[in-house]
């Protein structure tokens, strides 16, 4: 279900040009709005999503200090006098350097005000696997965040989804994490509706129907698990692929309503498998009752550190072979 309402108009856009609409038309819209970050100014962004912003608001979009913490310290502390900043940062990696400001401080300001106050502060970054990303720069963090009560969790897979989840998340009254991935920000264009009434937060999709077996997915795997579910269908393998965009709130109903009727789960995310939010979904199916005729699979990343060579990271991260005899042995019963 696309996040705003209403007719709008259609444009061609690619995924970075949809998340730079949305930045124009949150800027014009809310003037209260921020936009801030390392080389989000007269750069434009490392990756062009932020470019044209400096030129068109003048000061209420400027480039910071290398510094994540008091990018989201000053954030923090912007929100809660009444302005809405959305601040980039470049990696995900580079978060866990503000770890204090996000989970101690925003996180907690609704909380420990009794209301009084809130920070309706959005943090866009990007995660994911990329050849010669390293280490340091391909870590999928999205588990730890969704960890912490008070934080909303989003992780768009198409042009419109990166549209307008973060027209959602500059809108809400809560500190709100999106996470885009570098490798969807170049791709093709695609029809986005810009535009239109803000829409609620939560919601899976169904994205193709199936009988045989139910696949949640969410961020740069989707496009992956689509194509191996159409690839399987030649093989007479009927999966049915749910999305979730919104990871906090999550849809549980939706996920247990379609495992219910399919019989069979798997969970297909980017991040490493151990303590990935994959485990989450499997555990909140089985404990609703949900009567599995085969265990839950999780695919994911392996436990390891994300090698430099783009060779050995292209092998880590699941791929379309990997995905597709995943999903053959869950509904077949053999590898």
């Known amino acids: 279900m696309p996040e705003t309402a209403g007719t709008g108009e259609v444009r061609k856009l690619s995924y970075g040009e949809a998340v730079n609409a949305a930045l124009h038309r949150l ?22 999503v932020t470019r044209g912003l400096r030129k068109q608001y003048g000061a209420r ?7 994540e913490s008091a990018i989201l310290g000053s954030a923090v502390g912007a929100a809660m006098m009444g302005r809405r900043p959305i601040v980039e940062i470049m990696w995900a990696d580079f978060s866990l350097v503000a770890l204090d400001q996000i989970v101690n401080q925003a996180a907690n300001v609704r909380y420990v005000s009794n209301g009084r106050l809130s920070a309706p502060l959005t943090i866009r970054t990007q995660q994911g696997g990329a050849p010669g990303a390293c280490a340091q720069h391909s870590q999928c963090l999205e588990a730890l965040f ?20 973060l027209v959602t998340a500059v809108h809400s009254d809560d500190p709100v994490l999106v996470v885009e991935n570098r490798t969807l920000y170049f791709g093709p264009k695609e029809e986005v509706r810009v535009g239109g009434e803000p829409g609620p937060m939560g919601g899976a999709r169904v994205r ?6 139910t696949v949640v997915t ?15 269908a030649g093989e007479g393998l009927d999966v049915e692929v749910l999305e979730t965009p919104w990871l906090n709130p999550f849809d549980t109903d ?29 555990a909140r199916v089985t404990e609703s009752g949900v009567p599995l005729s085969a265990p839950p699979v999780r695919v994911g990343t392996p436990d390891t550190r994300m090698p430099a060579a783009p060779a050995l990271a292209q092998a880590l991260v699941p791929d379309l072979a990997r995905i597709t005899r995943e999903l053959r042995a869950l509904v077949r019963g053999t590898p």
């Open 27 to 48: 800027m014009e819209e809310l003037p209260e709005t921020l936009v801030y970050g390392e080389d989000v100014g007269e750069p434009g962004g490392v990756f062009g």
């Open 218 to 232: 969410w961020g740069a795997m989707t496009a992956r698990v689509l194509e191996a579910a159409e690839s399987l």
């Open 254 to 282: 939706a996920v247990t309503a379609s495992a219910t009727r399919t019989g069979r789960l798997a969970v297909v995310h980017e991040a490493n498998v151990t303590g990935g939010f994959g485990a989450e979904v499997v």
């Open 61 to 67: 979009a400027f480039d910071t200090p290398i510094s």
């Open 146 to 165: 969704l960890h912490v009560p008070g934080l909303r969790v989003c992780m768009p897979s198409t042009p419109q989804d990166a549209y307008d989840l």
């Open 208 to 213: 193709r129907s199936g009988a045989d077996a």
